[in-house]
């Protein structure tokens, strides 16, 4: 598995039509590539958002990543301060309701 977090400044009083905007507009896109599997969008503050989404391997989270910049540029540049800072990283312990688990590749 492979995450994608985005890390974005916001224009102060835009963060919630920030959101709303990926909830309809690039949630769609990203959760249509093959290898999806989770997308969340987090409010830290009034300026700033991080995206945090994961793949099944690292091709489409670049995919993703790709897509989202491409977002990014036509749908909410006049909302953020500049580009996203963006991490691309391998999963290696992953945890829910049920417990740790590591990913397949590492059990």
Request: glycine share 6%; hydrophobic share 45%; aromatic share 6%.
């Amino acid at each position: 598995m492979f995450t994608t977090i985005r890390r974005y400044r916001v224009k102060l009083g835009r963060a919630d039509e920030a959101i709303r905007l990926a909830e309809t507009e690039l949630l769609p896109i990203v959760s249509a590539i093959p290898g999806y599997i989770a997308y969340q969008a987090v409010l830290d503050g009034p300026q700033a958002i991080v995206s945090v989404s994961t793949y099944s391997d690292r091709s489409a989270a670049a995919l993703a990543n790709t897509a989202a910049a491409r977002w990014d540029e036509t749908s909410i540049a006049s909302m953020i301060d500049g580009p996203a800072r963006v991490t691309i990283g391998e999963v290696r312990l992953s945890a829910d309701a049920r417990g740790a688990t590591a990913p397949r590749a590492f059990v």
